[in-house]
């Protein structure tokens, strides 16, 4: 199944409310994570089953959606926040999106 | 604390083999599957292999497939994969990961380049 992810770059400024989406190729029905991968570091689970937070993740980060469109939001960016984030749907075997690279402004 | 210590990794040359080795630590390690995701330098994530909780079943991505053998010591707490037949297009950093569908935990990683 074919992920894609946009945009591929993001600029915004620390406090801004970002939204970083994630599309299927077909019905996933909820079976949808996200990762956050900071630069030179392995990926952290941030999101799963679409909406499920990770123990430990920051309440800014949220999920969102169902069937082929999918959204992470961070509801006030902070410096820590820069890296690249990546869907994956694990609906059938498993495949990632491209990411999305986020910048501060 | 879970950990995932990935090792093995190193310069190999095309069609020569390789394994890595992944120690995990701080969970059950026989109550999950486990599996193998690689990244390629500046690229984004790619499933390699999954393995279920017992080691019966093993599960693989179509280019690895008849190359790649994934594997599991449950006594040791310690997953392997064997690569043979080594391509360029093998060369990533190869993560493991404990395999619910989405990977809760991720090791550090362990670089394979495949160059001649």
């Known amino acids: 199944i074919q992920m894609t992810q946009s945009p591929s770059l993001l600029s915004a400024s620390v406090g801004d409310r970002v939204t970083l989406s994630c599309k299927a190729g077909?019905?996933?029905?909820?079976?949808l994570a996200w990762y956050q991968q900071k630069l030179g570091e392995a990926p952290k689970l941030l999101i799963y089953n679409a909406n499920s937070l990770q123990t430990g993740i920051p309440s800014r980060f949220s999920g969102s959606g169902s069937g082929t469109d999918f959204t992470l939001t961070i509801s006030s960016l902070q410096p820590e926040d820069v890296a690249t984030y990546f869907c994956?749907?694990?609906?059938?075997?498993?495949?990632f999106g491209s990411g999305t690279k986020l910048e501060i402004k | 604390e879970v950990q995932l210590v990935e090792s093995g990794g190193g310069l190999v040359q095309p069609g020569r083999s390789l394994k890595l080795s992944c120690a995990a630590s701080g969970f059950t390690f026989s109550n999950y599957y486990m599996a193998w995701v690689r990244q390629a330098p500046t690229k984004g994530l790619e499933w390699v292999a999954s393995?279920?909780?017992?080691?019966?079943?093993?599960y693989y991505r179509d280019s690895v497939k008849g190359r790649f053998t994934i594997s599991r010591d449950n006594a040791k707490s310690t997953l392997y994969l064997q690569m043979d037949s080594l391509r360029s297009e093998d060369t990533a950093t190869y993560y493991c990961t404990p395999d619910f569908g989405y990977n809760p935990y991720w090791g550090q990683g362990v670089m394979v380049t495949v160059s001649s």
């Open positions: 393995i279920t909780n017992s080691g019966g079943s093993t």
């Open positions: 077909q019905n996933i029905n909820n079976y």
């Open positions: 994956q749907q694990y609906n059938s075997w498993t495949t």
